[in-house]
């Protein structure tokens, strides 16, 4: 049972333009939302994450948006770069029992130059 | 974050050979490790659990005498695929809970092609 799903499954953006990726989850005690980002033969990185304490994390370029009331959280990409061209995953998870990370299908982001 | 070192980065090997894949916690003590395998273009699909000092706990469907997962100690797990076949050629990727945070730290991964 997928528990957190994902979409869009590819995006291409023009640079400057701006990504974003949806995720939606359905178990209400994740308290813990992850975003990853993964480029050709690497394993994924952590971009960014948000508690859903607060609606929203930024980090330069890159912005969570969080719903709680709608279990739905989202990436945006301000003025993507080629370099951003990689895919993305969304997780969620239990923060007391980190040991249980659900990931999203994974969105592959192309920034067309 | 944590420091986490896999090992090999590649790999290419026969069918019915066995291939051992190391990950390496390099700056704490992970007593649990997570294996995981990808396909092209796909998701991380979890295949184990991999506890310090204790048997590892396989995801359903995952062969436990075909991916056989060593944790000895506190840094170090490893993966073999025993008897490898072709179907078994994908990219396994193992990670460590962050400690002090909720999050995973990856290893860079290991591609596997079985010819």
């Known amino acids: 049972q997928q528990q957190v799903k994902q979409s869009p499954q590819s995006l291409i953006v023009q640079k400057g333009g701006i990504s974003i990726i949806n995720c939606a989850y359905e178990?209400?005690?994740?308290?813990?939302f992850p975003w990853y980002q993964q480029f050709p033969g690497k394993g994924p990185a952590l971009l960014i994450a948000?508690?859903?304490?607060?609606s929203e994390k930024k980090e330069g370029r890159f912005t969570i948006s969080f719903n709680k009331s709608a279990k739905q959280f989202s990436l945006h990409i301000m003025d993507s770069q080629p370099g951003d061209s990689a895919t993305y995953f969304c997780?969620?998870?239990?923060?007391?029992?980190?040991?249980?990370?659900?990931f999203g299908a994974g969105t592959r982001l192309t920034v067309k130059p | 974050g944590a420091v986490v070192s896999q090992h090999p980065s590649w790999v290419i090997c026969k069918s019915g050979t066995s291939v051992k894949i190391e990950c390496r916690s390099l700056?704490?003590?992970?007593?649990?490790m997570f294996w995981y395998r990808q396909f092209p273009k796909q998701s991380l699909m979890l295949m184990a659990t991999?506890?310090?000092?204790?048997?590892?706990?396989?995801e359903q469907g995952v062969e436990k005498d075909k991916f056989l997962i060593n944790h000895a100690s506190l840094t170090l797990s490893t993966l073999t695929v025993t008897s490898a076949h072709p179907e078994d050629s994908s990219f396994y990727i193992c990670?460590?809970?962050?400690?002090?945070?909720?999050?995973?730290?990856f290893g860079s991964g290991t591609r596997l092609t079985v010819v």
């Open positions: 178990n209400t005690a994740f308290d813990y």
């Open positions: 990670s460590v809970a962050d400690p002090g945070s909720y999050g995973y730290t």
């Open positions: 948000i508690r859903p304490d607060v």
């Open positions: 997780a969620a998870s239990v923060s007391y029992n980190n040991n249980d990370m659900r």
């Open positions: 700056d704490f003590q992970a007593t649990t």
């Open positions: 991999s506890n310090e000092g204790s048997k590892a706990t396989y």
